[in-house]
């Protein structure tokens, strides 16, 4: 027996297959770039101070993405983080009226 491996041709030697074309992958069909929001922007859309959402990134409770390069922490966010993070905010229960 032989070492090299028994390859299927054809009798007549003739190889009848296409030759095999470059794919390149389709170009997405609409990709909106993802807008970043400022601290101010975000604490505004979640009608919170911007402390407050400093305060709840560091606490983990919000999503935020940190910006390199600088000597502060500079954040980020995006809407689809701040809408999961207002699914698990408590909400703010007013108090209860006495009635006289």
Known sequence: MSSQR???RPADGV???PAPQETHPA???SVQPVPWLTVEE?????????RTLLLRT?????????????????WRYRYADLDAAMLH??????????DE
């Open 58 to 74: 560091r606490q983990g409770k919000v999503r935020g993405y940190p910006l390199s390069g600088t000597r502060r922490h500079v």
């Open 89 to 98: 905010m408590p909400s703010v229960a007013l108090p209860k009226r006495r």
């Open 42 to 50: 975000a604490a505004q859309y979640l009608s919170v101070k911007p």
């Open 15 to 17: 190889d009848n297959r």
């Open 27 to 29: 170009p997405p069909v």
């Open 6 to 8: 028994a390859v299927n």
